[in-house]
């Protein structure tokens, strides 16, 4: 007899742990069944050095999305940490800073970088329309989709032109005239999302990085983001979820039974997948969805000094938000063409961050002593297909390519700043979209499990969460939902709702 529940939920990712949290709570029986060891998916801290007592936000690394409902909801004790410095983008010998509050040295920057004060004026502006988007949008991410035309109204601004109804590659072409700005504009529209930036992909993607919150702010998980998993897990086994983990789940029956990797099954009234549509399509053998392929190569990295730069700024502020480097328009478009025909970027346009200059919790007290920091770098245009014939020698190449990118703008060369391995071999862990898929089930390293969907339903169409499947009591509570991409909980909280009201 297979043991039953109210409701399985496939996969113990954080959307996972946020539906059967708010599920248990209602007072529905849940069982947790998840592939891997350890819980979380690619919210997961790790010792990724085994050397070195440094537990690093292994794959996504910060919290935008998260809405602070969820943490209220659930009494989580999650913290994320603020920032001074947006972002910092060498060119030459100087560079492009941005604060967080857009301040006098910011103004200063841009006229140095342009010759001007007019692009840092239409920064402002952009960005503040930007703002008025957000703070429509974000509230409406915890109930049924609205309509677009409803969305559309509630927005009333010619800013939803340009983010929705036209290519976001115009927007950035005719409001910024710099390519080095207009570089920095765009990233946001290629993080996870192998687009050309006249490509809607590339507007979704972008929506989705800033609007979290309604702010779009972007933000350090303090003690890292294996942190939020901890407190989610916690909270849920209180409320009495059952957890079984180490099992991979083969297939679910349209009935829902749910067989396992190890002959085991059980029965619920409802399924919810936390797992990608391509997964779930795969154990109920149906049609896989089509979805771009992964994009980016994420490297972690353990250094015992930060690197300083050839522009003579502080590393401590350099480091301190996002730093670009060869993400100019032009090295984006050029990347994606080189790219799409099958040829690793010569250029590959790449960003990093450094947790332990906002968090250094993360670190032994020794090594934070010591001046031992953590870098992430993301490298973007790099899809799956470049690494299909040769994973490991294609992922030597583009580090290779990196390291001597990065260091024509550093004082200190990298590979002098990087911790070492008592082997002598560098403290950095290379992860391209091959090896997500194969470590934590992202088909095709996609790290948004599919391609991002715009957060409203088309008019006409009928009344939805976003979570649903052609099946009635299985839903989809991951990153693939429409409103999933990203560390949000936001289809977790959305399909636990759309089992409640059916069942209420
Ligand atoms: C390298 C990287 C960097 C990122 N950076 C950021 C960032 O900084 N900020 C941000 O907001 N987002 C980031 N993201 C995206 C974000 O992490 C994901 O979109 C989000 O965490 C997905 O959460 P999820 O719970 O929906 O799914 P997942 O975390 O993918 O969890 C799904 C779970 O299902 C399990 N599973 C799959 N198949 C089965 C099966 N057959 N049986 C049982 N279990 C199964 C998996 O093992 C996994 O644990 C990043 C992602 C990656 C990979």
Redesign the pocket.
Known sequence: MSQSFDVII???????LVAACYLAKAGKSVLV????AS?????ASQQVFPEYEARLSR???????LPQKIIDDLGLSFETLGRDVASYTPDGDVGLFVSSDWNQESEESFRKITGSTEEFEEWKSFYTEVLHFAQVVAPTMLSPLPTRSELREAVDHPIWDELIERPIGEAIERRFKNDLVRGVVLTDGLI?TFADAHDFAANRCFLYHLVGNSTGEWRVPKGGMGNLVKELTAKAKSLGVTFITS????SISADRQVSCADGQSYMSEYVLA???PQ?LAK?MQTLKPQALDGS?V?INMLLQKLPRLKSGVDPKIAFAGTFHFDERYSDLQEAYAQSAAGIIPDVVPAEMYCHTLTDSSILSPELAAAGYHTLTL?GIHTPAALFDRDNEGVKSEITTRLIRQLNTYLLDPLEECLAKNSDGSLCLEV?SPLD?EES???PRGN???KDLSFPFREDGTPVSWGVETEHPNIFLC??GAIR?????GI??HNAAMAVLTLTD
């Open positions: 496939i996969g113990g990712g954080h959307n996972g069944l998840e592939k891997e819980l979380g998916g690619a919210t794959y996504s690394y910060l919290v935008s999305l996870g099992t991979e789940v083969t936390n797992c990608a997964v154990l980016q994420k993301f992860k997500l934590i089930s992202l790290i948004f499990h991951g990153a999933g991409g990203g560390v949000s289809p977790g």
